[in-house]
């Protein structure tokens, strides 16, 4: 920990070194760059292209006219970085005569589908897809509207190696499983930043609406040596919305989910800059409101019912043409109940499972960048606090409402450099230290059940990625000291790219991933219900759950004369997961309806497989993904999972399907009219079954589902920047939804599998800006 405190010292130092430079790089007024946007095969003029000059905070939009100019520049040479919706981005140099305006004559091609993506996920900075030393799935805004995605579960399964599911009949809350592990082994950040907590993550991918993020970038494997705990199966990173130009919009759509339960979705987006780009805000709000449905007209509902509300904004201020001050903020409240008999109170019900959120989240951040685009340094810092208050029960019992609380806060210092030489080739060094903090207090008053938690971390992280010719070569690591952990944890990564030519990149990486002990998860409501007093203590050396992972890819790009493209990628995998976390009964008082459980180190398990995603498209007016994982996941020993002695253990991971898929077929016949036909299948798995509807607890095998969905949407022009939308679609057509749910107040609400929604149409409207 000594080594983790005297790096943040280190780079604390340099903040106001980094200040002070910046008196050297002031800019004047000697010259500027005035310059034209256009389209290049119309040669229409683009208006509201972001122009900015790489490495600096400089930057502006194009007017009606595709015009933009930068005033008092320092005579030099600089990079012109234009980018549009649609268009692919360029990069211009231009050089900068003292007292002359220089034009630049800036012309943009239409995006091709298998555009070079920029990313961050990959080594925490830009960097473009091809060139990243790991793959990172994207999912943007595009992918949102074709499958209709409300919030960010109902996206994530359309990639290779990712499903989701729910896991709770009563709450609903849903779960993301990377190669087949379950939820906890995947880190969830919002712009690169771990600040959800175990008890946020619990509701958190349903919590997060769609129009609050621009895209979602997917890491697969260990990457504990980037974001710390919890990323063993891999990242979910959540880029949220830059405001870059002013738009708007306005949107609302109906459901009828089972064909006869009705939900409803109202969601607008704006942003605003000023008229000197030096400061810009973008703002979000969703109203959600979700009726229960019930699917065996047991009066006991498989979906609950939902009213939430969002709000946020992302700002900026540029200090000056260096430095750069941002802001977030977000808002939540949501409240959600499963069970049955909605119209009385929950203790008047049979059995209820009800929470209701306040959710609060922000962040800080200054931003430095020295003017050749070469090294970037911030200090950040994120928060959320949760005031959660709940009731688990059955039976009509009064004494099982519950409050709980949760704050966590992150401050970070890091940077990155471009060097032209470091040791023996060009490199890209990035290195930071963080400090991340959790309390989390839960009560359970009618019980006298009091749980608190307080964790915290210290991290450091370094990487240096060398960059030859058709090689690149990445070494880092992380060192993370926990308080409920006596070692200091190291995460190694190593990573290896080979293009042998543009269209081709061979990936090999190593990397590790750990789990830090928690004694709040998703599970402990499930214990709860009825009463049950439960605490968590962590047996005596509790090691860290650590993995090993090992992927090999290759990744194909392939363009067909002017019309085709197309892109194959080839994915490898392996895991080596040990001291897995695992919970057993040490004390059991049956008169006080109270429980003692042991959080202990296990066996490990082993998960292999591999993944195929095709792509392939015609004038980016029609494109057809498919993507397929086949794995295998075993424990290392049998594990058992029911408390009952004479019930089999298992070997095999359970909820986890040997093979599973993804397609989509988007199509666009002319220009305002846009159809798109998804799908996912889902093979056989085992599932826990426990008593309560049944006798004894058993191992369900459940059937394969096809999930197929069908969307159409139509723009109307109203102004040459004002459109209006009008969409339709039915989700899951042939309604492959779970048909042996139990019933009644005693089911096992944990027995849910399958597609997260049954047969659903839903018709929509919006108005928006471009």
Known sequence: MKIIKLCFIAIAMLIPYIANSNKINNINDEASIEGHVFDAQ???????????????????????????????????????????????????????????SVHAHIELKQTKIMMNEVVISASRMETSKKEAPVIVNVLSEKTFEQTNAQDISQALG????????????????????????????????????????????VYGLEQIPVNMVERIEVVKGGASALFGSNAIAGTINLITKEPLYPTFSIATDAQLVGMNTYSQNFNSNAVVISKDHKAGA???????????????????????KLDAFSFGTKA?????????????????????RGGNLFSLPEHESDITEMTEHKIHSGGLNYDYFTLDGKNHYSIYSSLQYIDRDSYFGT?????????????????????????????FLPAKIVYGVEYNNNFLEDNILGYNTQMKQHTFTYGAFAQVEWNAKKFNFLLGGRLDKHNLIKTTIFSPRVNLLYSPSDDIQIRASYASGYRAPQAYNEDLHVTQVGGLSLRTQLAKGLKPEYSHSVSFSTDYYLQMGENYQANLLLEAFYTDLKDVFALRVIKYDSANNSMVQERYNASGANIFGG?????????????????????NSRYKKMEYWSENPSVEGTIKMLRTPDNYAYATLLLQPIEPLNISITGTYTGKMQVPHFAGYIERDRLETTPRFFDINLTASYDFALTKDVFLQLSSGIKNIFNSFQ???????????????GPMQPRTIFLAIKLFSK
């Open 282 to 304: 973008s703002f979000y709000q969703t109203f959600r409101k979700k009726n229960p449905y019930d699917a065996d007209g047991d009066g006991f509902s498989e979906i609950g």
């Open 611 to 631: 993944s195929l995603t095709a792509k392939i498209s015609y004038k980016a007016k029609y494109t057809l993904t498919l993507g397929y994982t086949l794995q």
């Open 739 to 753: 048909k042996d749910f139990d019933k009644g107040p005693d089911r096992d609400s944990g027995y849910i599998y």
């Open 158 to 201: 359309f990639q290779s190696g990712v499903r989701v599911e729910y896991n709770c009949q009563n709450c609903g809350f849903p779960q993301v499983r990377i190669n087949g592990m379950e939820g906890p082994y995947t880190q969830i950040l919002i712009d690169s930043r771990p600040v959800l907590s175990s008890l946020a993550g």
């Open 316 to 336: 900026y201020y540029k200090i000056d043409n260096t430095q750069k001050l941002s802001l977030e903020y977000h808002t939540m409240q949501e409240k959600r």
């Open 42 to 100: 119309t040669q229409e003029p683009i208006a509201y292209a972001s122009v900015g000059i790489k490495g600096t905070t400089i930057g502006t939009v194009s007017d009606n006219e595709g015009n933009f100019v930068f005033r008092k520049l320092k005579p030099g040479n600089y990079t012109l970085v234009v980018s549009f919706v649609g268009y692919e981005k360029v990069e211009k140099q231009i050089s900068v005569i003292e007292g002359k």
């Open 395 to 423: 039976h009509k019992d009064p004494l099982a409402y519950g409050k709980s609380q949760d704050f966590t806060y992150l401050i970070g210092l890091g940077g990155n450099n471009r060097l032209d030489n470091f040791l």
